[in-house]
């Protein structure tokens, strides 16, 4: 199997130098309807998906489901305003590895804190302050992928010449893997983190969650009588 390598390491690094995010900025300052927010994140954000045009990034479906696991805010009056689509967009970047709920529990106190705070810190600052690196951190990823690449290309030098390319772009991909999988196991492990602080806390309080994550109001009395 004849591959070009190098070919496809060019159009790897060059889908990195036509990546961009949604600034702030950019989104409408007025509410939308569910149809106009569906839009608004395709056309935006087309250039991350596999299939250009076929597919599609978040569907009223995604959303609705969104709503009904207390991901997001529940919209007013079905019209969703601009922190809730900013909501949505850091939920897009999770929902390809995380479970809903570990994003639940990853913004549920973003959303407590920051959603609809008029008068402090809000989901905006917390979105720009995320994103004021982008650039920044998609050209290290470039520059960590180029060099995996490279040492990718140093193996299998002693395979047969017919299966030597191949060999040599699986180890690619074995390394790319491998990294998706530790930094997947260390955001897992960061969310278990969190979410057994917040039980802890939530005992401490008289509350605490069932087994359907919902919280067990027998605590509270029982705590109540001692």
């Given at each position: 199997?004849?591959?070009?390598?190098?070919?496809?390491?060019?159009?790897?690094?060059?889908?990195?130098?036509?990546?961009?995010?949604?600034?702030?900025?950019?989104?409408?300052?007025?509410?939308?309807?569910?149809?106009?927010?569906?839009?608004?994140?395709?056309e935006r954000l087309k250039k991350s998906a596999r299939n250009h045009g076929e597919d599609k990034l978040m569907?009223?479906?995604?959303?609705?489901?969104?709503?009904?696991?207390?991901?997001?805010?529940?919209?007013?009056?079905?019209?969703?305003?601009?922190?809730?689509?900013?909501?949505?967009?850091?939920v897009y970047y999770f929902k390809s590895i995380l479970q809903i709920n570990d994003i639940k529990d990853l913004?549920?106190?973003?959303?407590?804190?920051?959603?609809?705070?008029?008068?402090?810190?809000?989901i905006e600052d917390v979105y720009d302050e995320i994103f004021s690196d982008m650039d920044e951190d998609i050209?290290?990823?470039?520059?960590?992928?180029?060099?995996?690449?490279?040492?990718?290309?140093?193996?299998?030098?002693?395979?047969?010449?017919?299966?030597?390319?191949?060999?040599?772009?699986?180890?690619?991909?074995?390394?790319?893997?491998?990294?998706?999988?530790?930094?997947?196991?260390?955001?897992?492990?960061?969310?278990?983190?969190?979410?057994?602080?917040?039980?802890?806390?939530?005992?401490?309080?008289?509350?605490?969650?069932?087994?359907?994550?919902?919280?067990?109001?027998?605590?509270?009395?029982?705590?109540?009588?001692?």
């Amino acid at each position: 199997m004849t591959i070009d390598t190098k070919d496809l390491l060019n159009s790897i690094l060059a889908s990195f130098d036509r990546m961009t995010y949604i600034k702030s900025e950019d989104i409408p300052g007025i509410d939308l309807y569910m149809d106009q927010v569906t839009t608004f994140m395709d056309e935006r954000l087309k250039k991350s998906a596999r299939n250009h045009g076929e597919d599609k990034l978040m569907t009223k479906t995604m959303i609705n489901n969104y709503t009904k696991n207390n991901v997001i805010p529940p919209p007013d009056r079905k019209k969703y305003n601009k922190e809730h689509i900013l909501i949505l967009i850091m939920v897009y970047y999770f929902k390809s590895i995380l479970q809903i709920n570990d994003i639940k529990d990853l913004m549920d106190p973003i959303i407590k804190k920051f959603f609809d705070n008029s008068n402090g810190f809000a989901i905006e600052d917390v979105y720009d302050e995320i994103f004021s690196d982008m650039d920044e951190d998609i050209s290290k990823v470039r520059d960590d992928v180029a060099a995996q690449y490279q040492d990718a290309m140093t193996k299998f030098e002693d395979a047969p010449d017919a299966d030597k390319d191949y060999l040599k772009l699986y180890a690619f991909v074995c390394k790319l893997g491998c990294d998706v999988f530790l930094r997947k196991l260390l955001i897992e492990k960061i969310v278990d983190s969190l979410r057994e602080q917040s039980e802890a806390e939530n005992v401490k309080s008289g509350k605490a969650k069932d087994k359907n994550n919902k919280y067990d109001v027998s605590v509270e009395k029982k705590s109540k009588k001692q």
